[in-house]
């Protein structure tokens, strides 16, 4: 923020009194910029006096009594003079001189160029107007966007039949179509036919990259191709149905058959039906998001359904229309001046194919306008089903990225990829308008937000807290409470703006660009150029042409970096300010607030900044009060001493903090009762949207206010006595409960005792905002690069230090609890303690990984879990021993012994097939010839065979031999020793019997993967797997922590699965019937039945 804002006129004159400039930059579609004030002039110009002179001269009149041939003697050898200092004595831009024209000169306050008035299309009154010294000018080029460099031609292209602009039209024809289509599009199949469509996209973006004579069509193929090819032909069509359709309509496309194409997507939509938000299918559809790993949208269901869509009438397409306003011209008294940083293109490079396939994970959302969403995306850019195609699809939108960040581009040719679509919803009342954005600008988007982060951070300064900070909303709820308490503050104005994203000043926004973050600059340049389409339900759109987009994931950045010029200029009044976005406030004396806001009032609306005086809201200290309603008396301003909401917290006494916070609970305790009746029918769904989606909630308040502990107890009664009851179907003491409230590694379910947690919450977020505080409270406007580097480390070592004290805290309570829950239990709870014991249930509940359980696997792994009583189960085993759970995890009968180690051999076998070769099972060992082993106990069977053998796993070539097992802590044989022993003794047992022979003999190496019931592994599995999550990482280009995570995850819920299995399962006799025996050729099953 070096740029300095030039001083703001005080001249009241509105934008139709003003003359305006009648040529429009080429370069921009915004209206005619309104001239700003002339306020200077350079040293390197000719002097005033001398234009005057220049005035007088062509006017045909004298100066000081000497004849026109004198002055233009005296001009000619100012000229030369001038000319020596390095000025210009010629028009910027006819390029002729401008003394000897029958024409009045004006110097641009900005490039500092001068310029023939006609030139510039002003008339003498304009010139006049601008002569004035509280006005300023500005040529045509700084008031215009920067050039860019045209599609190339068009009109000797050829697709199928079509060629020409033809191309463009019918593209833009078809995005307009495809964007009022419902969602119907099906899962992307793997094999040649999903491989050839993602091989597609990768063509098309490369097209556009590579500046083909497809350039000006390439991106609008794009957008359209997705839906086209993957419209679901029917509601139960089924995955070959679909690799069928596909390969079809890929033919079609190649050919440019589009007219087909369309008819037949048009006929697909034509009987798809609407679906209504009915109270049964709430739970449907809630399990259906959950089920997908989608929490935020289904908690979204299970709430009061306040928000529902607006059928599109003319009230709210009007509505909608005065909320995206019209353009304004450029307030060229907000301009900043001075040279720009340059930045090297090469910065970019950085930007590649791993750089987009982690934004591509990180994106969430439905559709944009082409039908496409973030699932679909995030299959075509991360899959491995289609191999090499996917990262070339990455590769391909990493250079589209670079290319955006770094050229400016024809607008037109990116513009269907701009648009969005915007859903009304119901504010009660009013319009809530909601955008959702292309899915792959926003990957586009989050991809350059996260590589630029630290720029656009430091561009804005410690001031504004949106542009990406950790912890910038607590930082700003810190400080505002910290400087309230101030002895020398006497208020606290928190200004509401009225629209204020969709109100910038997108025009002057952009110009600003280059001088406050010139490497974000560039690509808000072509993605803000243009307009914006948003698309309302039923294929009508409307325009963005003011303020960010909404559906842009950078509008955040965006209008951070745009409002800077704003908080520098407010700086030099004397009260403390900070801003989150549009949300700005200030604390400090009565008078000086009053200062700020009219400062704010004269300086805002230039950049689109117009603060609400019925929405903003002035907390003053009860002895102040009178003094404040005096001073701001005829502002509009709302005045309270009780308090008001701050950024979802609360400012002001304590009993408004405890009513605020009351009203919360009350949110909080219905939707956890709409929790509890999921639970009824689907626990783990229910347990997964707590734990991943309900307690993130009030886990914010907690962090944000102080002294609120107690009154969370009606929601802890809630937990208590609704929740937890439903969820476990067991009835729960004190001991239970605590340990729940443990985190789910230290052995409990993290469902904890909001009573109990706010005051660490609190203390641990002051913590890890106290640097930012420190720089808010402080009024530090910018930072240098070795500050800001500074800041950052100690964010990163607090953050460091709070996990430590976390996690000691959370073994200090675990021991006090072990202490009153005796021995046995106490050891029960060290077992679950373990790593990997507890990844089923840190797991979200996601379908297509087979992570999911049905109410009574659930119910079941939590009483294991736990050592609860199983309930239903026959109280004898049919071997005739007493049915306990230990009992049903050892006995032989039934075979659910056997089926738990073949399903573990299995998968690890199916796991190594990925990165190993010559993998087998039950590879067979080679015969003995006499060898002899020092080890008695080494197996010397003829037939002797291990369970897995595989190369490629320590050494490239190396064979290893692998042999598994799992046994039950709870086994009398187990019983006595703790797990650590267990494991140690189990592991011997397997080397002493195989090692040397495998050593000796295979000339290999042998590895025993010993596992627990509850789902832990031994020290050399432990190695093993993250060897085998090495490996895979490495192929799969993939971090190692996902790697590793999801081979816990599957090996938790294949072990958890064999065991459920085992409590359950049937061991008794199969019932022999004669149905076996029945001779099915014999049968005319098929046989038609004629009338």
């Known amino acids: 923020m070096s740029q300095q804002l030039k001083p703001v006129s005080t001249r009241s004159v509105s934008r139709q009194q003003k003359p305006q400039q009648t040529l429009e930059a080429e370069t921009t579609i915004y209206p005619p910029p309104v001239p700003p004030a002339r306020n200077r002039r350079s040293s390197s110009h000719l002097p005033d006096h001398l234009h005057r002179r220049a005035e007088q001269i062509n006017n045909g009149g004298s100066l000081c009594g000497e004849s026109v041939s004198a002055a233009d003697r005296f001009i000619e050898s100012e000229r030369h003079k001038s000319a020596d200092a390095g000025s210009s004595n010629s028009c910027s831009e006819c390029g002729k001189d401008f003394y000897h024209q029958d024409s009045k000169c004006i110097c641009c306050d900005f490039c500092e160029g001068w310029f023939h008035i006609s030139c510039c299309g002003l008339t003498l009154k304009d010139y006049q107007y601008y002569s004035t010294p509280s006005e300023s000018w500005a040529c045509k080029k700084c008031s215009s966007l920067p050039l860019y460099e045209p599609s190339v031609d068009i009109s000797e292209t050829r697709w199928g039949s079509i ?57 609008a193929a794009l957008q359209v191709f997705g839906t086209l090819m993957l419209q679901k032909p029917s509601k139960s069509s089924k995955n070959r149905d679909h690799i069928r359709h596909l390969t079809i309509r890929l033919k079609k496309w190649e050919n440019g058959e589009f007219d087909q194409l369309v008819s037949e997507c048009e006929a697909i939509q034509q009987r798809l039906t609407n679906t ?378 304590i009993a408004f903090k405890e009513n605020f916070v009351k009203t919360k609970v009350e949110t909080w305790i219905s939707e956890l009762k709409s929790l509890t009746e999921v639970a009824k029918v689907e626990p783990q769904l229910a347990y997964s949207a707590f734990t991943f989606g309900l307690s993130k909630r009030w886990l914010f308040v907690m962090r944000t206010m102080k002294d609120i502990g107690h009154l969370f107890q009606p929601l802890e009664n809630c937990i208590r006595e609704c929740f937890l009851p439903e969820l476990v179907k067991q009835q729960l003491n004190e001991h239970d409960r605590t340990l729940f409230s443990l985190p789910a590694k230290f052995g409990g379910l993290g469902i904890f005792d909001p009573t109990q947690i706010c005051e ?24 240098t690069p070795e500050d800001s580097k500074k800041l950052r480390a100690s964010v990163t070592a ?60 659930f119910r079941d792994a939590l009483h294991l879990r736990y050592n609860f009583p199983l309930k239903g189960t026959p109280t004898f085993c049919s071997c005739g021993e007493r049915n306990t759970l230990d009992h049903s995890l050892v006995c032989k009968k039934g075979g659910f012994v056997s089926m738990r180690h073949n399903q573990i051999r299995d998968l690890e076998a199916t796991l190594m097939s990925e990165v190993c070769k010559d993998v087998q099972r039950e590879p067979p060992l080679l015969p003995l010839s006499g060898e002899m082993f020092n080890l008695r106990s080494t197996n010397t069977a003829s037939e002797a065979r291990l369970d897995i053998s595989a190369r490629g796993i320590w050494n490239t070539v190396d064979k290893t031999f692998f042999d598994v097992r799992v046994f039950h802590p709870g086994a009398e044989s187990n019983k006595a020793i703790s797990i650590d022993a267990a494991f140690e003794r189990h592991e011997q047992e397997k080397k002493r019997t195989y090692n040397r022979r495998v050593l000796e003999v295979e000339k290999a190496t042998f590895t025993p993967l010993v596992f627990s019931t509850t789902g832990a592994m031994g020290k050399e599995a432990e190695k093993f797997h993250k060897r085998l999550a090495a490996l895979i990482s490495e192929k799969r280009m993939t971090p190692y922590s996902d790697c590793m995570s999801y081979l816990r995850r599957k090996l938790s819920f294949c072990l958890l699965r064999t065991v459920l299995a085992a409590l359950r399962g049937y061991r008794g006799k199969a019932a022999k019937t004669d149905d076996c025996n029945m001779d099915i050729n014999l049968l005319h099953l098929n046989e038609v039945v004629r009338y």
């Open 760 to 783: 660490n919450e609190l203390k641990n977020s002051h913590l890890a905002t106290k640097p930012l505080v420190d720089l808010i409270t402080e009024q530090i406007m910018e930072l």
């Open 163 to 219: 060629h020409g602009q033809d191309l463009v039209t019918t593209f833009e024809l078809i995005h307009r179509k495809v964007a009022s289509w419902k969602p119907n599009v099906f899962k992307v199949p793997s094999g040649a036919s999903g491989k050839a469509l993602v091989s597609e996209i990768t063509r098309l973006i490369d097209l556009w990259v590579n500046k083909t004579k497809f350039e000006a069509v390439a991106i």
């Open 798 to 857: 607090t953050k460091s230090m709070i996990s430590n004290f976390k996690r000691s805290h959370h073994m200090q309570k675990l021991k006090e609890l072990k202490e009153k829950i005796g021995p046995e239990k106490a050891k029960h709870v060290d077992n679950l303690c373990r790593k990997g014991t507890s990844a089923w249930l840190t797991s979200l509940p996601l379908e297509d990984c087979g992570f999911t359980l049905n109410k009574q696997e």
């Open 276 to 653: 209504t938000r009915k109270p049964e299918n709430i739970i449907k559809v809630f399990s259906r998001l959950m089920l997908h790993g989608k929490v935020s949208s289904a908690m979204r269901w299970l709430g009061e359904n306040k928000s529902l869509p607006l059928k599109i009438d003319r009230a709210v397409k009007e509505a909608l229309r005065s909320k995206h306003p019209d353009a304004e011209p450029v307030s060229y008294n907000h301009l900043l001046q001075g040279p720009t940083r340059k930045v090297e293109p090469v910065i970019f490079e950085n930007i590649d194919a791993s750089t987009v396939e982690r934004a591509a994970k990180l994106t969430r959302g439905s559709a944009g306008p082409s039908g496409l969403d973030s699932d679909t995306w995030r299959r075509i850019l991360c899959s491995k089903s289609f191999g090499k195609c996917s990262m070339d699809a990455c590769d391909a939108v990493a250079r589209m990225c670079r290319r955006l960040c770094t050229e400016y581009v024809d607008p037109k040719s990116i513009s269907s990829l701009l648009a969005c679509r915007l859903i009304p919803l119901d504010k009660n009342p009013g319009v809530r308008p909601i955008g959702i954005g292309e899915v792959l600008r926003r990957i586009l988007g989050k991809t350059v937000s996260n590589f630029l982060k630290i720029d656009i951070i430091d561009s804005v300064g410690p001031l504004q807290l949106a542009a990406g900070q950790d912890g910038g909303c607590e930082a700003a709820i810190h400080a505002m409470n910290d400087m309230f308490k101030e002895d020398n503050c006497e208020g606290v104005l928190m200004v509401d703006a009225t629209n204020a994203y969709n109100s910038l000043n997108r025009a002057t926004s952009l110009l600003n660009l280059p001088h406050i973050c010139p490497e974000f600059a560039v690509f808000l340049t072509n993605t803000y150029r243009l307009p914006s389409k948003l698309f309302l339900p039923g294929g009508t759109f409307i325009l963005s042409n003011e303020g960010t987009t909404q559906g842009d994931n950078c509008a955040s950045g965006f209008y951070s970096v745009s409002i800077s010029p704003i908080i520098s200029q407010l700086s030099s009044i004397q009260c403390k300010q900070l801003w989150y976005a549009d949300d700005s406030a200030a604390a400090g004396l009565l008078q000086h607030l009053r200062e700020w806001w009219d400062c704010l009032l004269d300086v805002g609306p230039g950049l689109g900044y117009f603060p609400n005086a019925k929405k903003t809201w002035l907390v003053v200290k009860p002895q102040h009060f009178d003094e404040a309603v005096r001073i701001f008396k005829d502002t509009g301003v709302q005045i309270t001493e009780e308090g008001q909401r701050y950024l979802g917290a609360a400012i002001g006494t």
